[in-house]
């Protein structure tokens, strides 16, 4: 059974830095490029990065480009969003998401990250 | 990169069908069959519906279909059930290499 599971969110001031993680399991973790996506209270699905099956391609929308990084660890089946300069709007539940031609295939439950001081 | 466009709501009894239109541009939905649909119930995770415009994962009951025409991308739910009753979200590959949503449509089964 396919299984991802965020953790890292909570609470930060604006201007501050949190790394969001994803631990995969129950499928070939290397074998499929993975994206976050987050949905701020009462809104909308957002989606916000995604990186290759080996990391050398990674993609971001235009509102994060510059303050956060995708990543992954191929070793340990794990994602990871760094996000720097936090905004309010960045304010959302963020979900880590497995892709397969080039739609999201299996959510988690996500994670909930508050900018707010 | 401005969201897809999609009704704020719309609505059915039960046993009719509804369709949810899904307008972005040659850039997105028109150029690529890349498109996909997902439901959100309240408080849950998205679930993928249909993907590549009209195939539908297995599980997926096959009262929902999709299609496109041009840059408007369709979802259909025939034989309205209360469980179907949810927020709708399409998706699409775009020519930057990104994906895109539409902004959600809130399906009201009266």
């Known amino acids: 059974e396919v299984q991802l599971v965020e953790s890292g969110g909570g609470l930060v001031q604006p201007g501050g830095s949190l790394r969001l993680s994803c631990a995969a399991s129950g499928f070939t973790f290397s074998s499929y490029w993975m994206s976050w996506v987050r949905q701020a209270p009462g809104k909308g699905l957002e989606w916000v990065a995604n990186?290759?099956?080996?990391?050398?391609?990674?993609y971001y929308v235009d509102s994060v480009k510059g303050r956060f990084t995708i990543s992954r660890d191929n070793a340990k089946n794990s994602l990871y969003l760094q996000m720097n300069s936090l905004r309010a709007e960045d304010t959302a539940v963020y979900y880590c998401?497995?892709?397969?031609?080039?739609?999201?295939?299996?959510w988690g439950q996500g994670t909930l990250v508050t900018v707010s001081s | 990169q401005s969201a897809l466009t999609q009704p704020a709501s719309v609505s059915g009894s039960p046993g009719q069908s509804i369709t949810i239109s899904c307008t972005g541009t040659s850039s997105d939905v028109g150029g690529y069959n890349y498109v996909s649909w997902y439901q959100q119930h309240p408080g849950k995770a998205p679930k993928l519906m249909i993907y590549?415009?009209?195939n539908r994962p297995s599980g997926v009951p096959d009262r929902f279909s999709g299609s496109k025409s041009g840059n408007t991308a369709s979802l259909t739910i025939s034989g309205l059930q209360a469980e179907d009753e949810a927020d709708y979200y399409c998706?699409?590959?775009?020519?930057?290499?990104?994906?895109?949503f539409g902004g959600g449509t809130k399906l009201t089964v009266l």
């Open positions: 590549e415009v009209s």
């Open positions: 998401a497995r892709e397969w031609e080039l739609n999201f295939q299996h």
């Open positions: 998706s699409s590959y775009t020519s930057s290499s990104t994906l895109m």
């Open positions: 990186i290759k099956q080996d990391g050398s391609e990674k």
